[in-house]
């Protein structure tokens, strides 16, 4: 019924920079906040980020002032930019999705995860 397909992940340098991409489609009529979150090996996910329908942001401090969330509602399409990549950033990144459905329906939905990789 809803689709998120993610895209952008890979390997990069410290300090290099990468974009992720989360692209929600099917029977959506509605979509609320939209964030990422990300897993390291042996840890548990934690939230990267969110973007509020009307643009507001919320960030984890450790990402603070290196990455940037930001919505094309056009698209119904959300990104991740990140700057000044460590090598703790290394981690599998997930879109998430509050969407109402064409039913009335109102999910939370995963992307499909897309791994980041920060090694020289």
């Known amino acids: 019924q809803v689709q998120l397909v993610e895209s952008g992940g890979g390997l990069v340098q410290p300090g290099g920079s990468l974009r992720l991409s989360c692209a929600a489609s099917?029977?959506?009529?509605?979509?609320?906040?939209m964030g990422w979150y990300r897993q390291a090996p042996g840890k548990q996910r934690e939230l990267v980020g969110t973007?509020?329908?009307?643009?507001?942001?919320n960030y984890a401090y450790s990402v603070k002032g290196r990455f940037t969330i930001s919505r094309d509602n056009s698209k119904n399409t959300v990104y991740l930019q990140m700057n000044s990549l460590k090598p703790e950033d290394t981690a599998v990144y997930y879109c998430?999705?509050?969407?109402?459905?064409?039913?009335?329906?109102?999910?939370?939905?995963w992307g499909q995860g897309t791994q980041v990789t920060v090694a020289s």
């Open positions: 998430n999705v509050d969407i109402i459905t064409t039913d009335w329906a109102r999910n939370n939905y």
């Open positions: 099917g029977s959506i009529f509605r979509i609320s906040t």
């Open positions: 973007v509020t329908s009307g643009g507001s942001t």
